[in-house]
Nanobody, 124 residues
Framework: EVQLVESGGGLVQPGGSLRLSCAAS????????IAWFRQAPGKEREGILT????????YTEDFVKGRFTISSDKAKNTVYLQMNDLKPEDTAVYYC?????????????????WGQGTQVTVSS
């Protein structure tokens, strides 16, 4: 059974940093791509970054470039989202999602396996 468990969310002041973790199990890690999405209140869910675990190729949306990075630790079957210089508009529930690389039609389409999400609140 595919399982994704996010952790690391919380309350942080503007300009601060957080690192989210996505612990994966139930599938061959190297065969999958993992993406981070977020959904702010009243807004649609949006894709932010992805990583192809087979070769480490990443994709980052322009609106978080320079502030957010994605990485993976194959020994731990875990993908990380490092978020720096956080802004109030980054407040959202952050989700990780997984999909076999061979089945993806694009960086953020379509992911069938999802974690439960972790809340990130950026506020002073």
């Amino acid at each position: 059974e595919v399982q994704l468990v996010e952790s690391g969310g919380g309350l942080v002041q503007p300009g601060g940093s957080l690192r989210l973790s996505c612990a994966a199990s139930g599938f061959t890690f190297d065969d999958y791509a993992i993406a981070w999405f977020r959904q702010a209140p009243g807004k649609e869910r949006e894709g932010i970054l992805t990583i192809a675990n087979s070769d480490g190729t990443t994709y980052t949306e322009d609106f978080v470039k320079g502030r957010f990075t994605i990485s993976s630790d194959k020994a731990k079957n875990t993908v990380y989202l490092q978020m720096n210089d956080l802004k109030p508009e980054d407040t959202a529930v952050y989700y990780c999602a997984a999909e076999p690389e061979a089945d993806r039609l694009g960086p953020f389409y379509e992911y069938h396996y999802w974690g439960q999400g972790t809340q990130v609140t950026v506020s002073s």
